[in-house]
Structure formats: structure tokens, C-alpha cells
């Protein structure tokens, strides 16, 4: 079955800094990979995703690209805030199955004032 | 999107009780999941809950001990039977949307136990 990587597993950044974060993913079939906030005390919430007919997607600080051949993809945010500080969860998916997301281990991101 | 609503959102439990957790979501869906998340630790999927029929299950949890009903689109509960402290964790319901580029899935607040 798939599996998913997720490094680095904690991320320390000043604020203003870019924080990157990087998911590997083992099943070439895959082809949606959804990225997760999870704040204290709540339910992930979907940020971005990206299918695999595009190689890069932004919304405003955030942007998500995929290396379809490397099978790796990253959620870069750029000028972090102190708000951005949560565990952050990436996915995969073969949309074409009625299967449910296989997800990273999750990156813990302090976002430091 | 979707506005998906669980109750309850935390409660204490004890040993060897059972809890049946409520998912709503504001519009009718066809696929409906169930997750669980240990502290500290990713999402494990549980089961889909099907309409109409028997959950599916994925390896390593069983009918028994966490019994699924699905009797509409909007709505689904999961019961945690004979909780034990191993059960302590966040309980999510999951919903799949189908969009104009694909499928997006959505998580509501999530039900938090802890067993005592």
C-alpha cells in the first residue's frame, strides 16, 4: 500500500522567515496530495492541495509543488506568522479509488515572535 | 466546503463504557469516514461508513468494537464499545466532496475521549 514521509518532524522559524515542509510518497498511482493545518483542540483543516496535472499551486502565503517523477512534494509558507504555529499533516490520495488519504507524521511548526 | 458537526466534542469515559459519536454534515455526501488520532500521533482511517449497509473496515479494527451506522447522506455515528484508556483519542468524522477538478476531503472538529 502507500506510504508517506513527512520531514522535518518539528520546524522552529522567526517570524517573517519561509518555513518548507517535505512529504515523500511511495505509489506512483497516486495522484492528490492534500495538505493539512491542525491547530490545539481541532480538526485538521484542508490549506491547499494540488493534483497531479500541475506542478506548483499558490494561495497567497502558501504554495504547495509536486515532482511527480521524485515523488515528493512540498508546502513552502512564506512569511510566517505567529498564527501559521500548528501540526501540519500531509497527504496522498489516488483519487480514482474509493480509498481515503494516507497521511505523513506530521510536522510540528512554531512560528517564533 | 462543508460544515460536517460532531457530538461530542470531548468527553471523559469509563472503563469498559461505550460512546456513540454523532457526525452531521450540512449537505448530502457519498462517502463518509471515520478516523482516529492517537495523542501526538497522524491519522489512522478506521472505517467508511456506507449507506445503507455494513461499514468497511480497515485492518486491525473490527465491527465489534467500533459498530458504524450510516441511515442517510448527512449523517453517521460511531460507537466506541467497551472503552479501554488505550481508546483515549481525537474520533473524526471525514467527508468526501466531488468538485469540478476532483475530489476533496474535508474533517470535522473531532471528538475527543479520554478514557479513565
Known sequence: GE????????LSVQEGDSAVIKCTYSDSASNYFPWYKQELGKGPQLIIDIRSNVGE???????????K?????SLHITETQPEDSAVYFCASAFSGSARQLTFGSGTQLTVLP | ?????????????????????QCQVDSQVTMMFWYRQQPGQSLTLIATANQGSEAT?????????????????TFSTLTVS???????????CSVRLQGISGNTIYFGEGSWLTVV
Open chain 1, 3 to 10: 506510504n508517506v514521509e513527512q520531514h522535518p518532524s518539528t
Open chain 1, 57 to 67: 499551486k499558490k494561495d497567497q502565503r502558501i504554495a504547495v509543488t509536486l515532482n
Open chain 1, 69 to 73: 517523477t521524485a515523488k515528493h512534494f
Open chain 2, 1 to 21: 466546503s462543508a460544515v460536517i458537526s460532531q457530538k461530542p466534542s470531548r468527553d471523559i469515559c469509563q472503563r469498559g463504557t461505550s460512546l456513540t459519536i
Open chain 2, 57 to 73: 473496515y480497515e485492518s486491525g479494527f473490527v465491527i465489534d468494537k467500533f459498530p458504524i451506522s450510516r441511515p442517510n447522506l
Open chain 2, 82 to 92: 467497551n472503552m479501554s484508556p488505550e481508546d483515549s483519542s481525537i474520533y473524526l
